[in-house]
């Protein structure tokens, strides 16, 4: 496993939820990060571990022909040990999410 470079990729969005078709956009992207196995770290801040950046790539190309048409959906991707080095300002961290390769599957 020590030859993968890891990498995360952080989803942020804001999306209207004012009309009916607005609210069920929302919930057809959000349901289809979970699919894709993204965890949520805070509201409307997705993010996900993947293998290397070949496989961030792909998953970049998918999350984007699933964006709504309206609002603001923003991919950052960032190596696993940059994304180690958040700084928790307030709060708590979420010790029941496994956050790490242990939740990566390799087929």
């Known amino acids: 496993m020590s030859s ?3 990498m995360r990729l952080i989803v942020f ?3 209207p939820i004012e009309t009916t078709e607005e609210k069920r956009a929302y919930r057809h992207f959000r349901k289809f990060l979970i699919q894709e196995g993204f965890i949520m770290v805070q509201q409307s801040v997705y993010a996900k571990l993947v293998l290397n950046g070949t496989a961030a790539n792909l998953l970049r190309k998918r999350i984007k022909k699933a964006c ?3 609002g603001l959906v923003q991919v950052l991707t960032v190596t696993e040990k940059q994304y ?3 700084d928790l300002m307030v ?3 979420q010790d029941h999410v ?3 390769e242990k939740r ?3 087929f």
Do not use: M
Request: no cysteine; glycine share 4%; aromatic share 14%.
């Open 104 to 106: 990566l599957v390799i």
């Open 4 to 6: 993968y470079r890891f």
């Open 84 to 86: 180690a080095a958040i």
């Open 68 to 70: 709504p048409t309206k």
């Open 91 to 93: 709060g708590k961290e």
């Open 98 to 100: 496994v956050a790490n």
């Open 13 to 15: 969005f804001d999306l």
